[in-house]
């Protein structure tokens, strides 16, 4: 990958996180060919990808295609535009060392934002933000996440895999589950006594994204019936009524075949259900959980300790600390992983 391509990245990164969006980079597409074979293809990717929750708990979402270089603009315009419509971002950006005006009046007509670097730069000044300090920080960030996600990949290949590839391209109530199972398989296999700061970021940086599909179920379980959440966000845990009718079919008709009486919700349902239940009463604290966490494991981290600073603290109100250590204890709980790995927030 150019620098060049890497500085964009780093200062769109900045924008969006000025804008309020839990910002990831390179999020890759995929989807299923039944050409020869049944196989799974990388589509594209989002450079720069973030989302974030309103204070109702709607959902929004923000990407970037970062491009040095002076030429193609509009081939890879086009190219964006699908990859928007096909991941439903909500705004799209196209950032190039320079654009052709004919690339800028096609971006208009299509929705999509277009900005060179020197247009980015002026932004972020507008913002109050040192760029070439921003870029730094973004740079020793950037690498040390995928330092330890290499490093982790040769002791647990499909948790990594799992947060870099398939969490972008499954459904939001099926990694609630995938990402219980894969953690509880995780906490079986490996008791950590004394984890270290390597371990301890990975488990952050799952649990965002377990709170973050967590979150988008409230609110589909708010709009879908809001006087009676419970009931909305269970039937959201299974994709929909129609579909949790069809598993419960599927469930009784397995139980009568084997003559036994297995629990068709799993042990954790209710309790994740009950915590949901509570966040959903304060929508504002629990839309920044997935914020506080992503700048927990980014700037609380070194080489040898994790050191949460309390002016973190003080740009979140109370009850969203009190929420994220409320989810940090239930995966800690429900997945069996060792209380040590989220004890330097838990503890506050």
Not at 44 to 60: C, E, M, T
Not at 228 to 241: H, P, R, V
Not at 327 to 337: D, L, R, S
Request: net charge neutral.
């Amino acid at each position: 990958m150019e620098n060049k391509d890497l500085r964009l990245k780093f200062m769109c990164k900045a924008l969006f996180a000025e804008l309020g969006y839990v910002t990831h980079y390179e999020i890759k597409l995929r989807n299923r060919s039944y050409i020869t074979t049944y196989k799974v293809h990388d589509v594209s990717d989002i450079d720069v990808y973030g989302y974030r929750f309103n204070a109702d708990l709607s959902f929004s979402t923000i990407g970037a295609e970062c491009k040095s270089g002076e030429s193609s603009a509009l081939d890879e315009l086009y190219k964006f535009i699908g990859i928007r419509d096909m991941y439903h971002l909500s705004k799209a950006y196209l950032i190039k060392s320079r654009l052709h005006q004919n690339a800028r009046q096609v971006a208009l007509q299509k929705g999509v934002q277009c900005f060179t670097e020197v247009e980015l730069r002026k932004m972020l000044l507008g913002f109050g933000l040192n760029v070439d300090q921003i870029i730094a920080v973004e740079s020793a960030k950037y690498r040390k996440r995928m330092k330890y996600m290499e490093q982790y990949k040769a002791r647990n290949e499909k948790l990594v895999e799992y947060i870099q590839l398939d969490f972008w391209n499954k459904e939001n109530w099926k990694n609630v589950h995938n990402i219980i199972h894969i953690l509880t398989s995780y906490g079986q296999q490996q008791i950590i006594d004394t984890p270290t700061v390597m371990d301890k970021y990975i488990m952050y940086s799952i649990t965002e994204l377990f709170a973050l599909s967590c979150l988008r179920n409230a609110s589909e379980a708010i709009v879908l019936n809001y006087s009676d959440f419970d009931s909305a966000f269970s039937t959201c845990l299974y994709g929909g009524a129609e579909a949790l009718n069809e598993k419960r079919r599927i469930h009784d008709t397995v139980n009568i075949a084997t003559q036994e009486d297995r629990s068709f919700e799993p042990h954790w349902q209710e309790e994740l259900v009950s915590l949901f239940s509570r966040a959903s009463e304060s929508t504002i604290a629990a839309a920044h959980v997935p914020l506080l966490i992503q700048e927990l494991y980014e700037n609380s981290f070194y080489s040898d300790k994790v050191k949460v600073d309390s002016s973190v603290l003080g740009r979140y109100p109370d009850l969203t600390r009190k929420f994220t250590q409320d989810i940090m204890a239930f995966v800690q709980k429900t997945c069996h992983i060792s209380d040590q790995v989220f004890a330097d927030f838990i503890a506050l």
